[in-house]
């Protein structure tokens, strides 16, 4: 295979594997019925995967390591603090009952974000444990919060 077939390839594998992450961890909100799903999250990861592979592949900073180190810092600095927005939305809060929902849906889309930025720089390791841990979360703990409150 050319040079150009296998770079295709690994472009069309990071961004294929941020939006299963997204999917995957956005089908645990459509179960939970909650107000983002894997649509939504699933555009979330391939939005900051493509935001961080778009970064590493702009061929006018692979010869200046140093800038491309400040460009993919300011990169995730960037989408983590912007994806808030999408998090805020899903939260409300209801003064009179002194209750707020939404936080950990709103913290799903954060880490969908940080995942997808891990998918664009092809860091697996880091994808395959934060993955796990999130689905541990999500589901063996909430049931476990469950138990506890029976």
């Known amino acids: 295979m050319a ?7 690994d472009i069309v594998a990071r961004l294929a594997a941020a939006v299963a992450v997204g999917m995957g961890i956005g089908l645990n909100r459509d179960i939970a019925d909650k107000p ?3 649509r939504t999250l699933g555009l979330v990861a391939l939005g900051a ?16 390591p140093d800038a491309l180190s400040r460009v993919v810092q300011g990169i995730i600095q960037g989408v983590m603090a912007g994806i808030g927005f999408i998090g805020a939305g899903v939260i409300m809060r209801d003064p009179s009952s002194r209750t707020v929902e939404g936080l950990t849906t709103a913290a799903t889309v954060w880490v969908t974000a940080a995942l997808g ?10 994808v395959a444990v ?5 689905v541990f979360l999500l589901v063996i703990v909430a049931w476990l919060e469950a138990a506890i409150q029976k």
């Open 130 to 134: 934060a993955v796990s841990l999130a």
């Open 49 to 64: 995967a493509v935001v961080a592979l778009s970064t590493v592949h702009f061929d006018v900073l692979a010869d200046h």
């Open 36 to 38: 983002i799903g894997m």
């Open 3 to 9: 040079q150009t077939d296998l770079e295709f390839i």
């Open 117 to 126: 930025i891990a998918c664009g720089l092809a860091s697996w390791v880091i």
